[in-house]
Every structure is written in structure tokens, then in C-alpha cells.
């Protein structure tokens, strides 16, 4: 049978523990806290490097030691997974802002007031205006009265309709029917907008 360990042993090495640890902060407060975060990881490797060195802090100091170890390569692993992730969402975004710009059918991005947060070319060529002209602005002054309350109120309605059909009026443009769909934009609170005159097929969103 194994003799079980003396808590007082296990004492002994927690109050050793604590001590060298409270050593190695001396080591880095006064002028050392004022240097670099690089400069002071620096010092604190030498600290408990020279620790290390002597027979009474030399178990403690080689345990604090791998436990930085383990740490900084945890960091590490982090580090790298974090910029696998940026490389990915900056690929989708690409990917998602071509798709936008390229589609053929009018789209729009708005929040709950209506307000235009991007636009692609055929829309802006539908209403009249360019893109720089556009977003920022109300999307309220293209339409008539009956259908900015019709808009207004879909926006806010829990389930949004399939279709709406709306009179546009385009700036240097005769007014027109038009039939549009609304989405959930990625973003809360937007709206994905996809527009065509009366006449033509409703285009799906991008991604459906």
C-alpha cells in the first residue's frame, strides 16, 4: 500500500508555490512595470529561468515554466484560428458583394425606416439615381403614398408579406408598377429588397 500523501507536505508546497510566484512578480514591478508588454514577458521568462536555477524554487519554477509554455501555445492556436476565420468571412463577403453588385434584378438593403444602406446597379438604374446619390437616404420618395404605408407597415409586421405591389416613382422617370419582395437582410434589422417592374417574373434573392 502507498502511503497517503502528508497534507502538511501538500502545504508546504502550496505556500512555496504562492512564494515563488510573489518573487517573480517582484522581479517585474517598479521600473519593469513601465516597459513593453514584449520587454516584460521577456523579463519574466528571465526571472523564472533563474529561478530555476536554484535547488529550492527549481520544482516550482520548471512547473510555472511549462505552464507558460502550454499557455503561449494556446495563444498561438488561437492566433491561427482567428485568421482562418478573417480569410473565410472576408472570402464570403467578397463573394456575397459580387453577387449583390452582378444581379440583374433591382436590390435593395434598408432597415425598419426605410432608410437605403446599399443598392446595386439595376435598382439604382431603376429608380434613377446612382448608388453615392442613394445610400444614406430614405427609399419613402420613390413610391407614392399608399405604397409607403404599405411598405412602412410590412417592414414592421412579424411575418413579412410574399409580394407587395407598389407605384415607383423614379426620378426623371414616369411612375410605374412594380412588384417587391422582402427578405431578412444578414444584418439585424435589415431588409433585403429585390424589385421588377409589374410586367416581369419576380427574381428569387441571391442564394435561394
Known amino acids: ?87 473565410d468571412l472576408e472570402s464570403d463577403l467578397r463573394r456575397y458583394v459580387d453577387l449583390y453588385r452582378l444581379q440583374p434584378t433591382a436590390l435593395l438593403t434598408v432597415d425598419v425606416q426605410r432608410v437605403l444602406y446599399e443598392i446595386n446597379p439595376a435598382a439604382a438604374k431603376l429608380l434613377g439615381v446612382t448608388s453615392e446619390d442613394a445610400v444614406g437616404r430614405g427609399l419613402d420618395p420613390y413610391f407614392d403614398a399608399p405604397s409607403r404605408q404599405r411598405l412602412a407597415a410590412a417592414l414592421l409586421s412579424p411575418k413579412l408579406p410574399p409580394t407587395l405591389a407598389l407605384t415607383l416613382r423614379p426620378r426623371n422617370s414616369p411612375a410605374c408598377a412594380v412588384q417587391l419582395a422582402i427578405g431578412p437582410d444578414a444584418v439585424a434589422d435589415r431588409f433585403l429588397l429585390s424589385m421588377v417592374r409589374a410586367a416581369g417574373p419576380l427574381a428569387p434573392f441571391p442564394g435561394a
Open 1 to 87: 500500500m502507498h502511503d497517503s500523501p502528508d497534507p502538511s507536505d501538500r502545504g508546504a508546497e502550496l505556500r512555496r508555490a504562492a512564494k515563488l510566484r510573489r518573487r517573480a512578480a517582484a522581479l517585474l514591478s517598479g521600473p519593469a512595470a513601465t516597459k513593453g508588454p514584449l520587454t516584460r514577458a521577456t523579463d519574466a521568462l528571465a526571472a523564472l529561468q533563474s529561478l530555476a536555477l536554484q535547488p529550492e524554487t527549481a520544482a516550482q519554477a520548471l512547473a510555472l515554466l511549462h505552464e507558460l509554455q502550454v499557455h503561449q501555445v494556446e495563444l498561438e492556436l488561437q492566433a491561427q484560428e482567428l485568421r482562418e476565420a478573417r480569410v
